[in-house]
């Protein structure tokens, strides 16, 4: 099993900052990218930041200035400032690797995987 864990969501007002932790765990074979998201009530989920293998990192505009991403072998972090009440979402990790096959013969097929974590509610009100 390849699993996510989250941390670091909370209750925070307007202007305030926030650092999110996601630390992936189990049979992983490499780590491909890294990245967040998050899904308010009622909206679809909307892409946030990702980070690859490469060090290459992209932003939404919404975001822009005011989060980072940063990765540390199995672990991504998101650091929110000057954090907007729009900002209020359940904040979701997404890594993409490649896990450790079963058998040895399966190394010749190895096939990508995108895992999520659980979810950590991030509000911003005063």
């Known amino acids: 099993q390849v699993q996510l864990v989250e941390s670091g969501g909370g209750l925070v007002q307007p202007g305030g900052s926030l650092r999110l932790s996601c630390a992936a765990s189990g049979r992983i074979l490499e780590i491909n990218s890294m990245g967040w998201y998050r899904q308010a009530p009622g909206k679809q989920r909307e892409w946030v930041a990702s980070i690859t293998s490469r060090g290459t990192i992209n932003y939404a505009d919404s975001v822009k200035g005011r989060f980072t991403i940063s990765g540390d072998n199995a672990l991504v972090y998101l650091q929110m400032n000057s954090l907007k009440p729009e900002d209020t979402a359940v904040y979701y990790c997404?890594?993409?690797?490649?896990?450790?096959?079963?058998?040895?013969?399966?190394?010749?097929?190895?096939?990508?995987?995108?895992?999520w974590g659980q979810g950590t509610q991030v509000t911003v009100s005063s």
């Open positions: 997404l890594f993409t690797v490649l896990p450790i096959p079963v058998d040895a013969s399966d190394y010749g097929s190895l096939s990508s995987v995108a895992i």
